[in-house]
Structures are given as C-alpha cells and as structure tokens.
C-alpha cells in the first residue's frame, strides 16, 4: 500500500518520507494526495526543549492581541527590526507577526533553521512575505484581511457628508478668517441616488448605512447576491446604468487589471452632470488626471478620495490641490478599534495555526508533501492559467455563475483527486477580478460565497496513468464573449489546455484548435486563409518594435474558396492600441482577441 503522509505531523517536524511499496511513484503522489488532503492536521508542537511556542511580534499590535498570543506562548515583542535583526531572531521562533510593510524574504525562513511554522500578516496585503520560500520551508502564511470592514464603512460616510456639504472647504475658509455661507451651500442626501460600485463587505456596509440616511442606493457587482441586497432595498443594477443615474458613486471594488482606471474620460462622459465621486478603495481605481479634467468641466462637482495612486503624493499633485476636492492620508481603518479587531484577528490565526488547525485566511500551499506538489505544480500552472485566459474572454463588466470543469486522464478517480486541480481553476477565474488570496484550503468557499457554481467531470482514457490529466477543459455558461470564436455549439465560454514539457499550452479556443504556450501575451486571429497574410501581421508588430515568440495558424475549413485559418501568437511584449488597430484593419481577419495571462 502507498505511504500515508501524516499532514499535521510532517508539518510540525518538516519531514515528509518519500519512500513507496507496491504502486509506481507517480501513481502513489496520487493516493497519497487523495487521502492526505482529507486528514485534518495534529497540533504542531514546540522546540522539543520546552513545552510552549515562541512568537515574535516584529510590528506593533493591540493589546488584546498581544494577551491572547501571550496567554498561549511565550512573545518576543520587538519592533522596527533591521532585516540581519530579524534572521537573528528568527531561528528561535514558532511564529512571526509582522506589518504590511517588513519583508519576510528567503533569508528569513532560511535563517528559521525549519522552525519557523507560521507567518501572521497584520493586514490584508501579502506582497511582503515570500510564499514560495513559504511553502518550500512548509510553514503557513495567514492574513487578516476582514478586520477594519466597519471601520473603512464608517470613514466612507464621513467623507460623503463633508463633500456633500463642504465641510472641509468651509473649515478651512472659517480659519483662514472668512465667514462665506453662500459660498459653500451644500447638498443634501437624503433622496439623492447613490452607486455602490462593489457590493462586498465594505460596500454593503455603506449600502446599509446609506440607507439609513434617506438615500436611494443602486450596486454594481456583478458577483454579488441579489438576495442580499433587496433584504436591504437595494437595487442591482449594470456599471453603465450606476454610473449613469447616480447623484454620488462610491467605488468599494478591488484593484485588478479589469478595475484599473474603471473612472476614466470615457466614463465620465457618460455621469450626471454634476456627480460627485467617492473613493476609500483603491487609487488605481480612478484615472486621476481624468478626474481632474472632469472636476474643471463641471461634470464632477465634487470629489472625496482616501487612496491615491502615489503615496505619499508629491506636493504638485493637481488632485490633491484642487480646491474641490477633499483628500485625507489613507485613514479608512485607522481607528483604535479597528487595530484592535486587527490585532485579534491576526492572533486568532496564528493560535489556530500553531493548534494544528487550518485559519480561513490562509494564504499559501504549505502543507502538500514536495512530491506530490512536484508532479502536479505543471497542471496546476495550466488550471490557473485556463482560468485567467477564460474568465478575460468575457465581454463587458458582467459576471458569471456557472464554470464546468473537465478532466481525461487515464487514471482511476481514486487515484486523482481533483481538489487542488479545482483550486487552480478558481484561483484562475476569481483572483483577476478580486485582491481575494485563493489556494486549495478556501478555493470552494470563495467560490461558493460568490455564488459561483463549479461543476466536474471526468473524461476516462485508455492508456498509461503517468501523467495526472491528459487536458483541462473550462467551460462558462451564460456569459458573452469578447472573441466570438471562443464560444461552442452550446453558446458557452470553452478553452482547453494540456501539458507539454511541463509547460501549460492553449489546445483549444471554441471549436478551433489552436496551439500556444499559455502565458503572457497572447494574441488570436480568426482570419480567411490566404497568401501573406501573416507576413502583414508579422511587419506590423516589427513596426511596432514588438517581437514575436511564436506563431502558428491552423485551418479550421478545407476544400472552400473562403477556408479559415486561426492564427495562434505569443508576444514577447505588448502592442499598443494602435498597432492592435492596424492588426485589427487587415481586410482577411475576421476577429482578433490580445489577452495578457
């Protein structure tokens, strides 16, 4: 029988056995994955000389987390330490709790000698810590990205009321020695429409106190629950129809490529005339330099923002010197309270972790033995990037409900299990349009909590069990299409992938095989099949000073006047909107999609 890897065990001690009996060791990975990742871990234990962890806090935190870590370990409480201070340290502790901002590198964990089992994060963000060098030293990174909800709430409707009133304005005028009440003649809330543009945690949370004020309140999100908002009596309604009717908009949406410079010229042409705009989310959110230009028109009158794309701004910063804006320094969780619910969330994690048990804000895959992640770390690359390929296929701002997952492969279902696979696929479809951390402990969840159904089936082939999966294939229901040649017969989303040496490539777009490594910059033509036609294509990306990696057309119609080819192409770089506009004229070609993966 295969060697059963205790998960808890090999976790606390970092040491995974990698011998086998009976099945070949590609096959045992399998089994063994199968029934370890149903085994919940034991309670990882303490330096074998003494009987309680240590922790140690690099960045400030509440009193309320310091006693409760203090209650159950021994606490090295030591801030504003110097990277060779930390790896000095670091060697004899169970846990680390930093800020946002103290890298924890590969040195750090290298430093740890294997000891270190669990990294906090007090913060949402991840971007400081090396998950790689995380996962390669099995120890658990955990987050707490929850804990200032409220307090962010809160500080959005602050800022609404003092821009609908001009409280800033008017404060500033009043010590300045004026006294102008025309001059600062405000407007009122109550009755005004107000687009909620993100409809998750926070933004509910103004929904609802909005509500409260007398507000009419439409939402835009395409992920979020219609049963959710009409409990509280709002409307969901699309990003064009918020933007267009609302008297104020408040952007609650996370940063992702699909969300960047959401507020832009074009968008604001398209606002009320005399909208104000509200911003405690992020400053990528918003072309700032748009939103100055709508602010000197009049079709924004008014603009309260909390993040900027540079922080701290340079002193020359138009936005924040405009007179009609109000600007505060990123102060949306910064209340006692909010550090505090911080500081216990992060311990709660971190307690949870040293019992053995798995937080719900894990943020990285430390706990598959090295073996098993060896053989799959390919496919699972190829279920990422299927996902991240198929969910930028859809058109517009809409959302989507319904992914069918299938996988062939020629082995038994008991020797694959799927789970980690189906965590690729939505960490694909969910992390470009949400700062949501997915990975194989929260990947159902997240998808469950947007409402997201994800449906597998097994295709079974003959042959040698070797390999994991023959191909992925990804299917979106009910959803348009940006690339029309994406879609099957059955009018749904459908890409498919396989592995080739032990890369992931596009195998098939729609009902047309296609053939490209499935990473960076990619672009696709649905073209009439004719001479030179990718000698055009070619001479207008080396205009552009655009190389290209690889290139492949495969004819899709045979024996016709107007045969089809689809020419598959990986970019080393990105073209511009104009070069993708010459592409784009090229009289034989029918359709093109550039997506970045």
């Known amino acids: ?37 149903r085994s919940p871990p034991v309670a990882l234990r303490a330096a074998p000389d003494d009987d309680r962890f240590t922790v140690l806090v690099a960045d400030q935190l509440g009193d309320a987390g310091l006693g409760m870590l203090r209650d159950f370990a021994e606490v090295d409480y030591a801030v504003d330490l110097a990277p060779e201070e930390l790896c000095a340290r670091i060697g004899g502790c169970d846990a680390l709790i930093v800020g946002s901002e103290m890298k924890v590198s ?47 709430a809160e500080h959005a409707i602050a800022l609404l009321t003092a821009m609908a009133r001009n409280i800033a304005q008017a404060a500033v005028s009043v010590k300045s020695g004026n006294w102008q009440r025309k001059k600062y003649v405000g407007m009122s809330l109550s009755g005004k429409t107000l687009a909620v543009m993100g409809f998750v945690e926070v933004g509910f949370d103004v929904a609802r106190r909005a509500k409260g004020l007398g507000m009419h309140v439409i939402a835009y999100d395409p992920y979020a629950s219609g049963h959710l908002a009409r409990a509280i009596g709002v409307e969901l309604v699309t990003f064009d129809k918020a933007i267009a009717n609302a008297d104020f908009i408040s952007l609650h949406m996370h940063l992702t490529p ?43 009158s008014r603009a309260a ?73 390919p496919f699972l690359d190829l279920a990422n990037n299927l996902g991240r390929f198929a969910v930028k296929l859809i058109a517009g701002r809409g959302g989507f409900k319904a992914v069918k997952v299938t996988y062939a492969s020629a082995r038994e279902p008991d020797q694959l299990d799927t789970k980690l696979l189906r965590a690729g696929v939505i960490k694909g479809l969910i992390e470009p349009i949400s700062s949501v951390i997915v990975n194989w402990v929260n990947g159902d969840s997240v998808a469950k909590q947007r409402g997201l159904r994800i449906s597998e089936e097994r ?56 053939d490209v490594r499935l990473e960076g910059c990619i672009l696709l033509c649905r073209a009439i099949d004719q001479p030179g036609l990718i000698g055009k294509i070619g001479s207008i990306l080396g205009e552009a000073n655009v190389n290209i990696g690889f290139m492949k057309a495969t004819r899709t119609t045979m024996n016709s006047e107007n045969s089809e080819s689809m020419i598959s192409i990986k970019l080393d770089d990105q073209p511009t909107k104009e070069t993708l506009k010459k592409i784009g004229e090229i009289a034989a070609i029918r359709e093109f999609v550039f997506l970045i993966v």
């Open 1 to 37: 029988m295969a060697y059963i890897i205790n998960l808890g065990k090999a976790l606390a001690t970092g040491s995974f056995p990698s011998s086998r009996r009976a099945l070949s060791p590609n096959v045992a990975a399998s089994v063994s994955l199968h029934r370890a990742l």
């Open 106 to 152: 590969r040195d750090v964990f290298s430093c740890s000698r294997g000891r270190l089992k669990v990294v906090g994060i007090a913060g949402g963000g991840i971007d400081n810590v090396n998950l790689a060098a995380a996962n390669e030293n099995r120890c658990l990174v955990v987050n707490a990205p929850s804990a200032s909800a409220t307090a962010v």
């Open 258 to 300: 699909a969300t960047q410079k959401m507020l832009n010229d074009e968008t604001f042409a398209k606002m009320k005339k005399g909208v104000q705009i509200l911003n405690v989310a992020h400053g990528g959110l918003i072309d700032e330099d748009a939103l100055v230009r709508a602010l000197d028109s009049g079709i924004v």
């Open 305 to 377: 923002v909390d993040v900027l794309m540079d922080e701290p701004p340079p002193k020359e910063n138009k936005l924040v010197q405009h007179e009609k804006v109000i600007v505060t320094p990123n102060l949306g969780d910064s209340t006692f309270e909010a550090q505090e619910e911080l500081a216990i969330e992060i311990a709660e994690a971190v307690i949870k972790a040293l019992k053995g048990e798995l937080p719900s804000t894990v943020v990285n895959e430390p706990m598959v033995a090295a073996e098993v992640l060896a053989e799959l770390k």
């Open 459 to 514: 295709v079974t082939l003959t042959g040698s069990p070797e390999y994991p999966v023959e191909f992925i294939q990804i299917q979106i229901a009910n959803v348009e299409s940006r690339f029309d040649s994406a879609l099957s017969m059955s009018g749904d989303i459908e890409v498919e992938g396989r592995v080739k040496d032990g890369l992931p490539f596009l195998t098939k777009v729609g009902n047309f095989e296609v």
